[in-house]
């Protein structure tokens, strides 16, 4: 696979375009909205634009790409017609791949009715250029040897890519952040902990091991010579209580509004731009420090 169409381009796609093309790889990217290219373009950054080019259609796109990574919006009606023209324009071999956060291929894989054995969720994590993950998800009718394809492909790109046996909405990783997110807005609603306290709880605690092992391989660290066997054996059940008084919360408007004030009052005087390069920059020392330890998972 030597070129691959971007289709949409917003902060998703225009993280895939920068992937792409740093892996050497042609890009040709399409969105519909008034000043898309402009805003990829400037995106890039150090990308190599040399190998980027930008098309009004889909279907262009689409016809001439080995492999099509869609980003469009998370509503089905969207994604239907744009995956019946993708169906109807890329070849019957070419993977059409979508980086939907939730929702389910099947569903994707209605707008395809020529070739719905193509379709699989390849979706990432934000900044796609820099995160790892690639969740690998196949719908009902997705043919085995197109996500053994997808896999290779991702991993050809440097991603880390898993296979989900079976499709459930939010995939895996959202779905551990809805878990999190549930408890943590909960928390604010409670009155327990502020939201910048709730961000320093899992930034300079659990989230800096969460880096580095998942969260059974975290488990097993700390249960000693024991190993997970141990920590399920001595607490599993005050494990199990605190599951029990977990908070099932409800996004009212003024749990919103308390949360977003909490944000704004974390981050007041914060320089938007700044934080998010800081945050990168963060990101490539972690990636390069896992990758010099040949014994990490």
Request: aromatic share 4%; glycine share 10%.
């Amino acid at each position: 696979m030597t070129t691959v169409a971007i289709v949409g381009t917003g902060v998703i796609g225009a993280g895939w375009a920068t992937l792409f093309l740093g892996q050497g790889l042609d890009v040709i990217a399409t969105d519909p909205a008034p000043g898309a290219e402009e805003r990829l373009r400037s995106a890039l950054g150090d990308a190599r634009t040399d190998r980027l080019r930008f098309v009004a259609d889909a279907g262009e796109a689409a016809a001439a790409a080995d492999f099509v990574q869609e980003n469009g919006p998370e509503r089905e009606d969207v994604k239907h017609a744009l995956f019946a023209v993708l169906d109807e324009a890329a070849r019957p071999d070419v993977i059409l791949a979508s980086s939907s956060s939730g929702l389910l291929p099947s569903v994707i894989a209605r707008g395809c009715p020529r070739h719905p054995e193509r379709v699989v969720v390849g979706h990432p994590f934000n900044p796609p250029h820099l995160i790892p993950l690639v969740e690998v998800v196949p719908g009902r009718e997705t043919a085995p040897e197109v996500v053994d394809r997808a896999m290779a492909f991702y991993s050809s790109v440097g991603k880390r890519p898993i296979r989900l046996t079976r499709e459930v909405p939010g995939h895996v990783a959202n779905r551990l952040q809805a878990a999190l997110w549930q408890e943590a807005y909960s928390l604010v609603e409670r009155g327990v902990a502020t939201v910048a306290d709730i961000d320093a709880a899992i930034a300079h605690g659990p989230g800096l091991r969460w880096a580095v092992l998942g969260p059974f391989a975290n488990q097993h660290l700390s249960g000693g010579a024991g190993g997970l066997a141990h920590v399920l054996r001595h607490l599993g059940p005050p494990t199990e209580q605190w599951w029990r008084d977990l908070g099932r919360v409800h996004l009212t408007p003024e749990l919103a509004e308390s949360l977003v004030a909490g944000v704004d009052a974390e981050l007041a005087g914060t320089d938007h731009d700044r934080l998010v390069a800081a945050r990168d920059a963060v990101l490539d020392q972690l990636l390069a420090a896992k990758a010099a330890q040949p014994d990490l998972p």
